[in-house]
């Protein structure tokens, strides 16, 4: 069973790693928001595929569900001995991951092919492939003015209230040919439980990616989202005070109605705890299965991933 | 006074710790080599500019002459997992220095004004001038064809005959302003102990360098040069080697007769060692001065600057 997952940062990562478990080795692609990438030092951070490639080679550090498990920060010491702004905190193994993308970039290689190249080095069965090799910049609206995604999301913790979202450059990215290779291969789509508006949402707006699942839905291909809000709140992250901001329900019924709005799903699988949520979501004329979602070990990952891929599975017949 | 010196690495360094341990603050400008400069995991690496910089930071490893004292190899050895090229190991506090000069690149800074700002932050009382703004590459022809400079020299440790010497992209390079300004206002010119070939050559063929030496010269500003070979051998590097198989002496003589061609200086200090050569340098119209020139630590560095500045006093009268 071939599986394309659309994910984020962290949710995505750990949806990713449960889907990792329990397809065939090389079955998985995981399509990644580049929206959150930055400009550090010379360098191009990707933190959302950084986030699923460590998770993807079992080295994430555990605590922190980000970075590189017995990290060390001697080159983060010492840009700051010279002065320099170290608000987003480089580890030393996560500059080596930096500093080879940024070779295969100058010498003029795509960003999916360093990608790719990645994965092969830290030995990951699976393809973890950027939303688009065009440069695309999250950037959120606040009281303080458009801030930068990480300006907004490390350097202020998240809390400013965002009045409005854009994807710099969007209009002129294009979806890879191996995401809509991906796609239009895949028995299943599968939508993490990520930050609906600053993880999907970019990765949706790429013009031709929306289009691919599309066609891959009209054919038959079940596509299964995952409430990442649970009870009213955010598993991680802003995305249940950014919902509420932008003037939609901060719940899994304002998740559900954003994908549905989108034509993204057909099945949306919400938390035990907002099983009182599931009649409205079925009025969205999608299929709703009831699950424990809240992954805190690799089990309850492993066991998400099992229940989408079943619904999905249940859905092809 | 105000003190120009052209250098390339260690021994560049050495002499211009000791002419910043004689002069006043500010009075030193260093000139450095940018052909030994490489790409490398997306950066651009300026081995002969950081080692001076470290060196008059006071932070250069004191036993192998260039990168920082107590460094750590964290980046490098994450990358030799990745499978990566680390023949060229980065330390982490280095790779710091190449990031903060890949950002200021990246913005539209001139490698010049990274220079500056990096001196700065490394509390340099003296200035650092890249030799040239525009990317200039020494080459060197062996057995083995062309090689990029650092294959020859750190991969292939100098072991190559080398039978031709090209610096490519100089025709197109010019002196910088802060090149140009430092040398008209310079009223001593210290050509450093560093390869004649590979560490002085590449700066003295930067088009209109060399224009504004002489032009000084003319004014009546002394340029005081020295031999990095002594007794037959160089103090370090492949400088003996690199003259005989270009045809030249490999001796103080052989170092000599290149920079009187050039035009390059009117003294030339020689250690007590090689006082025999002197009748022969001066049949090259140069004032012969015979010293120490043996840099073992911060005592003699500084004796042999003053023994320079001496001669150029006076030279001027």
Known sequence: MRVVCLAGGVGGAKLADGLQRVVAPGELTVIVNTGDDLNL????????????????????????????????????????????????????????????????????GRPTEAALELATRFNVPSRILPMSDTSVRTRVRTDSGWLDFQDYFVRRHQEPEVIEVKFDGVETASATREVKEAIRSADAIIVAPSNPIVSIGPILAVPGLLDAITAARRRGVPSV????????????????????????DPSALGVARRYATAGLIDTFVIDVQDESLAPEIEDLEL???????????????????????????AARQ
């Open 41 to 108: 030092h010379g360098l191009t951070i990707c933190p959302d595929f950084d986030t699923v490639l460590y998770t993807l080679a079992g080295i994430a550090d555990p605590v922190q569900g980000w970075g590189i498990a017995g990290e060390t920060f001697e080159v983060a010491a010492q840009l700051a001995r010279l002065g320099e702004e170290t608000w987003f905190r480089l580890g030393d193994r996560d500059i080596a991951t930096h500093l080879f993308r940024a070779e295969r970039l100058r010498v003029g």
């Open 225 to 248: 989202g995952v409430s990442g809000i649970v009870g009213g709140k955010a598993l991680r992250g802003p995305a249940d005070r950014m919902l509420a901001s932008l003037g939609d």
């Open 287 to 313: 299929q709703v299965i009831v699950a424990d979602t809240v992954m805190t070990n690799s089990q309850s990952r492993a066991d998400l991933a099992r229940t989408m891929l079943d619904a999905a599975a």
